[in-house]
């Protein structure tokens, strides 16, 4: 044999070893979901978050469930994008939604998971990516004239635990223990239309309590006698948000296919 030969077929082995090395899951099924009928009532059907249902970390480690998930909340989980103002995708991988249910392999952390889910995707739906950063329109966090009101953590093992995000009658109710402000203007970022960025200087830690009009409601419409959401921020914890300018970290999808390819 002679030496180019054999480093030919060295270099053809390694490239297949490497190629099984990229993390996959032990199975995965992708079905197109179609529009759920009739009204949504909380707890009629079952529902995900956009970082899926399971997966390391939970009850159920060993399985990742999507429920009538579009394919960019889907990108959106495989590449931990916080908020979809931090990603630029075809208007129509919005509509695009899918039942995804993967098997993940035991022993997997959740950073491992999410490579299995970016490979899938680029595998089924043929997804190109890239990152970038944009110029663009943000809210900045801020401390109100009046200074804040915010309750500093205790940490008191006896009080009443946090709910987490809370909706009822057109409001929406955020309840969260030891949250920092660069947490809590993530958290703000599902209530308005563009990033939110934590300029206020704040660096402790704090009990958030904070009631609004729920102007995104898919319950119905929004309370008419609750505060609206910017009101809300200063009168109950001294905070503001400020129109500006400023740098975003954007995931960019190039190019991905709308259904996906069979196993």
């Not at 002679?2 to 190629?19: H, S, Y």
């Not at 909340?73 to 916080?82: H, I, P």
């Not at 129109?243 to 196993?263: F, M, T, W, Y």
Request: net charge neutral.
């Amino acid at each position: 044999m002679t030496f180019l030969k054999a480093t030919l077929i060295l270099l053809g082995c390694t490239a297949v070893f490497a190629q099984d090395l990229r993390p996959s899951f032990d199975a995965a099924s992708i079905k197109a979901a179609n529009p759920p009928v009739g009204p949504f009532l909380p707890g009629s059907r079952p529902t995900c978050p956009v970082t899926g249902c399971g997966g390391p970390g939970t009850g159920s480690p060993e399985r990742i469930t999507f429920t009538f998930a579009s394919l960019k909340n889907l990108v959106r989980a495989a590449y931990e994008v916080r908020s979809s103002h931090h990603i630029e995708a075809p208007a129509w991988m919005e509509s695009a939604t899918f039942d995804v249910v993967a098997n993940v392999p035991p022993g997997a952390t959740r950073e491992q998971a999410n490579l299995m889910l970016q490979n899938l995707l680029a595998d089924r739906f043929q997804l190109k990516v890239h990152r970038s950063t944009r110029e663009l329109p943000i809210f900045a966090l801020v401390v109100a004239k009046n200074g804040p009101r915010l309750k500093v953590a205790a940490g008191d093992p006896d009080a009443p635990k946090p709910r987490g995000t809370l909706w009822s009658g057109g409001r929406k109710r955020f309840e969260f223990d030891s949250w920092t402000m660069a947490n809590f203007a993530r958290t703000l970022e599902s209530d308005v239309d563009r990033p939110v960025v934590d300029m206020t200087g704040l660096t402790g830690t704090y009990d958030i309590r904070l009631e609004f009009a729920d102007a995104r409601s898919t319950f119905g419409p929004p309370d008419p006698q609750a505060a609206e959401l910017f009101t809300a921020l200063t009168e109950q914890l001294g905070l503001r948000l400020e129109s500006r300018r400023g740098p975003v970290d954007v995931l960019i999808v190039d190019s991905a296919l709308r259904q996906p390819k069979e196993n």
